[in-house]
């Protein structure tokens, strides 16, 4: 078989490898389908992901075929169609067993600290597989991991239907967050810098936009919400100062809640005071816990519109091509998706 090891940053190799054998009677063998192409894959391409190691298979967005299962395999047999959770726990910690298993003390991260889904095959354990309905196609089944994490940061922030959202970054994240807001009967605020981009989260609902180069955000908040701020907002931009942007008066309702979603590593100027003053509630929110059944069921519903969140679809035999798109951006490539035979 085929896969794809970024040895350094910038620096990747197509290597021929054996079909891996199943590691124990519950393991499962994927044939990957299809794999949808994460900033997270950027980020470690380019040695600016700070939780990832080298070398290392990127991928964590991997939807397949079971090929293979071990004999105490009960979950899936050979022929489902299926997806595979990004991370990888140790079942006993406090996190684990607290429901928060995404947060596990020894978590790994398939495509980051362990080796993704650019491959055309890999095992995984079968509680780490979900089964996705044969009526929902392959490039879209990639798409299940992203929508999952819009459902957890929103769980996160305890988000309900009256809630005034605003939407920091409406790139593919962010796009996922506004459905899953509007799908909960909100109303969301979408800020970016890009009109095209403002335009796409009209498309999924958005009751406003914001262009921040050419408006002034909190005047265009406060004119929206009558001068009161809105009631939760989520940073989807994830760009040093895009945290204490979302602090700035006038922006936040008292009692207001942000979620943070991003790594970026360089401090960010937020004081005590704007926090504690107006009693907010600052909140991280890492990946998905829990979120793939539900969204599953979600995406077989339609409920979603999937429709140009993934905008280019590439071969993995020319992967070449999603390197060159990495190292070369184009602003009408916002998200890429993997196609396997």
């Known amino acids: 078989m085929k896969e794809v090891v970024v040895t350094a940053p910038h620096k990747y190799e197509i290597r021929e490898v054996s079909i891996p054998e199943l590691k124990s009677d519950f393991d499962v063998l994927v ?39 071990g004999s105490k395999v009960t979950k899936v047999k050979v022929g489902d169609h ?43 354990p079968e509680d780490e597989v979900y089964l996705v309905p044969k009526s929902i196609p392959f490039k879209d089944a990639a798409l299940v991991e992203p929508f999952a994490i819009g459902a957890h940061c929103t769980a996160r922030g305890r988000l309900a239907k009256d809630d005034i959202v605003f939407i920091l970054g409406t790139g593919t994240i962010g796009s996922i967050i506004l459905q899953t807001c509007k799908n909960k009967g909100c109303v969301v605020i979408c800020c970016d810098v890009v009109d095209d ?39 989807s931009a994830c760009f040093k100062g895009s945290l204490t942007s979302l602090f700035e008066i ?22 005590q005071a704007m926090i504690a003053s ?56 916002k998200k890429m998706v993997l196609l396997f035979k």
């Open 31 to 69: 044939q990957m389908k299809a794999a949808g192409v994460c900033g997270s894959d950027h980020h470690l391409y380019h040695g600016k992901n700070p939780n990832s190691t080298y070398p290392r298979i990127l991928g964590h967005e991997n939807a397949g075929v079971v090929a293979k299962v």
């Open 82 to 124: 299926i997806v595979v959770d990004l991370i990888i726990t140790c079942g006993t910690c406090r996190q684990c067993k607290s429901g928060r298993k995404n947060v596990c003390e020894s978590v790994r991260v398939r495509g980051s600290s362990a080796d993704g889904g650019f491959r055309e095959y890999f095992t995984a």
């Open 197 to 235: 981009t403002l335009e796409r989260a009209k498309k999924y609902g958005a009751d406003y936009v914001i262009n921040s180069k050419k408006e002034n955000v909190i005047e265009r908040v406060k004119e929206i919400t009558g001068g009161k701020g809105v009631t939760i907002a989520f940073d």
């Open 250 to 271: 006038g922006l936040l309702q008292n009692a207001a809640r942000v979620v943070s979603l991003g790594f970026t590593t360089e401090p960010e100027s937020i004081t």
């Open 278 to 333: 107006r009693e907010l509630d600052l909140i991280g929110s890492r990946m998905s816990c829990y979120q793939f059944p539900p969204v599953i069921e979600q995406m077989s519903r339609n409920e979603f519109n999937l429709d140009g969140i993934a905008t280019t679809f590439i071969d993995f035999d020319d992967i070449d091509r999603m390197f060159h798109y990495m190292d070369h951006p184009d602003p009408n490539v």
